[in-house]
């Protein structure tokens, strides 16, 4: 099979050439975010605040639907790995339509539960108008996004990055052309506001399925959907959602902590929330683009171990902790030196700009730390082992940050939550890094 490359090229060259397309395209992921923050802050501080707090509900449904693709990725690696064509079709298959029904289902709850879930964090009727106005159209393409990451998934499996890397460059650059033409309707275009900023998003969702399913059709891949699997198989459902599920809750647990740091900040100030929501959106910069390397690596890290390359699990882990690691110091030095400018490109509120470049200040202290937990999380998901990784991550954003900040802000107030991040970044490191050292101790005999 075609993907024995990534058992034989070398390591340091393999870690870039799967990675580099991802994190090329996690960057611009991660512009769209900014710029689509930056074009609803010109429509107004309520705008920009009401998607702050519509944000959790957004990162859960990508948490759950991107979560799941990535247990789609492990099991299609380690079968192309073990040599077994047949069942990672079955994956495939399998994992398609199961993530189409987590986007339904996903769908259905968050538009019926977006009015009083905005109700808990505010009482402004203009942030809650606007919040139930963007949100509800944002997710009618819920099942959109479930097809859209099960392909980005299935693509980066069988080594295609470029493939997925392309498709999501070109949904995210017609949503940024978008935005303005949609929100303020230049020439012919109708002024929509914050509901054109939702369509532009779910526009820009459509073109990037529409491009997968071409490339399928045209270029076909060893991996494919194929009718005959549909029926569910017992065995591939388990390993679908033992990887699945654990990253579905890591990457959700950032919603609930949001959610409830913005129970803790609202008790001192609204403008607080608002920073949060702005730091959210500036740090998806450093954390996607640390995200490409590790979607770069997690399928290599799973077709190795399914061929029994258990020296090279390691030496691919250790390469991208370093890579992850300058990219975390880099955005340290940024943030460090350039606050103010950084939150200014969301609101023109002095008191708001200086309270939030001294939380980033604060924060960004934690950053080079965070490469731990990020790294080893992704390397025990690519080895399929979920509950080490959903370990992390539950200490990393709720069972050390939430004490953490409520402890704090007692004592510090606002200030309280700022410091809890770097102090959950750095314990949580260390017991990622004590995780992962026990988990290369694998039994090799025995495989998730």
Not at 1 to 7: D, G, L, S
Not at 371 to 377: D, E, F, K, P
Request: hydrophobic share 55%; charged share 10%.
């Amino acid at each position: 099979m075609e993907q024995t490359f990534m058992k034989e090229k070398g390591i340091l060259y393999l870690v870039l050439t799967m990675s580099l397309p991802m994190v090329l395209s996690m960057m611009v992921n991660s512009l769209y975010n900014i710029i689509d923050s930056y074009f609803v802050a010109k429509i107004s501080e309520d705008a920009m605040t009401a998607l702050s707090l519509v944000f959790p509900l957004q990162n859960l449904i990508n948490a759950v639907t991107i979560g799941f693709g990535v247990g789609i990725n492990a099991v299609i690696a380690y079968f192309l790995g073990a040599r077994n064509a047949q069942m990672a079709d079955r994956a495939a298959t399998q994992g398609m339509i199961l993530n189409a029904l987590h986007g339904l289902v996903l769908m259905v709850f968050c538009i019926l539960v977006i009015p009083e879930f905005l109700g808990l964090f505010t009482s402004d009727a203009a942030v809650i108008q606007m919040g139930v106005r963007y949100s509800r159209i944002v997710f009618v393409f819920a099942v959109i996004i479930s097809l859209d990451l099960s392909f980005e998934k299935i693509f980066q499996a069988v080594g295609k990055m470029t493939v997925a890397m392309v498709s999501m460059l070109c949904g995210c650059i017609a949503n940024i052309i978008l935005d303005p033409l949609l929100i303020f309707g230049p020439g012919p275009f109708p002024a929509l506001g914050i509901e054109g900023a939702a369509i532009a998003t779910g526009l820009g969702q459509v073109l990037t399925l529409i491009l997968y399913l071409c490339y399928y059709f045209l270029r076909p891949i060893p991996v494919k959907l194929k009718k005959q699997w549909v029926k569910p198989d017992r065995e591939i459902v388990r390993r679908l959602y033992s990887v699945g599920v654990a990253a579905s809750l890591t990457l959700s647990l950032p919603s609930l902590m949001i959610s409830c740091l913005n129970v803790i900040l609202s008790s001192f100030s609204q403008a607080y929330v608002l920073v949060l929501g702005v730091y959210y959106k500036l740090q998806t910069f450093l954390y996607l683009t640390a995200s490409g390397i590790v979607q770069g690596i997690r399928p290599l890290i799973g077709y190795n171990y399914g061929a029994g390359e258990y020296e090279r699990v390691k030496r691919i882990y250790k390469t991208a902790l370093y890579l992850i690691v300058g990219i975390m110091s880099f955005g340290t030095v940024l943030c460090f030196l350039y606050p103010e400018p950084l939150i200014g490109l969301f609101t023109e509120g002095s008191d708001t700009i200086l309270a939030g470049a001294g939380a980033l200040r604060i924060i960004c202290i934690g950053f080079a730390a965070s490469s731990v937990s990020v790294t080893a999380g992704s390397a025990l998901e690519g080895l399929g082992m979920g509950r080490p990784s959903l370990m992390i991550s539950l200490c990393r954003y709720l069972l050390i940050m939430l004490p953490a900040a409520f402890l704090l802000s007692r004592v510090l107030g606002a200030a309280g939550v700022w410091w809890s991040f770097p102090t959950a970044e750095f314990l949580t490191a260390v017991l990622a890094g004590l995780l992962f050292q026990r988990a290369l101790r694998f039994d090799k005999k025995q495989h998730f």
